[in-house]
């Protein structure tokens, strides 16, 4: 009777594998067209929140992990090109990640960096007087505490910190493995049950291979382009967002809609705050920043912005103060070509680069940081 019963259980058991076999073959099949048009690892369309932005961090660093970050706001995330740092740099690419949200101070990327226990080659923050102030500073802290309730358990140290960190090499190889022969296994591929509800009521999705594949990578059904009537979010790349302007400026709708608005903005919130907080905030970053190879970079704005922003807050001598009380380097705007800050064509607004002239932001920062000590001890510099 027992071996009956027994007996029934596994054929029940291969039944339901084999229906489980047959639900997920035609997902197989998907994923594996996808890949033979878009490649392996598809990786289509950008991060809608910062929980996702931070996921596809996570995920980007357990499969290769980068050693060398960019942290910072949407400044930094639209400004810093990763592949164009990597080749000025001579490293490669995939040591680097732009590690910058929008919205959010820098601090919370160095937050991010000693909370996962990585220990970086090297650090470039991006600072702005904005990365000193209530809202910024804020939001940064509502991430990581986001991130520590993700991941509850603090690195361990020691002989079991040297065992877990072994268990999960070997349970990331085995992993991979099954991954490289189920392809819809790999975790970049699984979707939700409600992923698949918006699936099926998107079926214009199903006939377009692009926003297919657009889905499997990402579980988003809608457009995987941001477009407004001036600019699109066009691509993403090891947390840099390329953002691409499909109309130009004129000086006067520059002023009326990238410029004049943005000031008002500063004045009324970012710099009474600054000024109000910024010692407390300053001393913030210092406990963060100790002992990391680190330097600073204040990202280029619109000259009169700059003008405007150096009139209202003493950020300069701060930013120096900072650098000089953690012996590390600083890079100022001053230190690039005129043409970054003096022509309007280079910017989406007051504040943020578009691609075109991130590329050639990015191609000189790289220039300037090769003169830097601590980056020629983990660099190749040309």
Known sequence: MRSSIFSSRIVHVGVFLFALLVAAAPYEFIVRRAESQFGRDIRLGFPRSDEERMDWFLEAQRRKPASIFVVGNSQCQYGVIPDVLAKGLGVDP??????????????????????????????????????????????????????????????????????????????????????DVIRSSDPRYRRSPMDFWHLIGSPGVLGEPVRLAHFISTGQTGPFILETDRYRISSYDRGFVALEMTKPWDAESFKRLALDPVIRNYMDNVFPNYRQMSNVYLSMALAQARDMPLVLLRMPTVRSFGEVEDANTEFGDDARRLAGQLGVGVITQDQFTPDLTNSIANYRDAVHLHHASAREFTEQLSARLCALAVVKRVAECR
């Open 94 to 179: 995939d040591r680097i990640f732009n590690l910058s949200f929008s919205g959010t101070s820098f601090i919370a990327g160095l937050q991010t960096i000693r909370r996962l226990d990585i220990h970086p080659d090297l650090v470039v923050a991006c600072i702005s007087p904005a990365d000193f102030t209530d809202d910024m500073v804020n939001r940064g802290a509502a991430m990581i505490a986001r991130l520590n309730a993700a991941h509850p358990d603090s690195p361990a140290s020691g002989l079991l910190g040297v065992y877990n960190r072994n268990r999960q090499r070997a349970e990331e190889w085995l992993a991979s493995r099954v991954h």
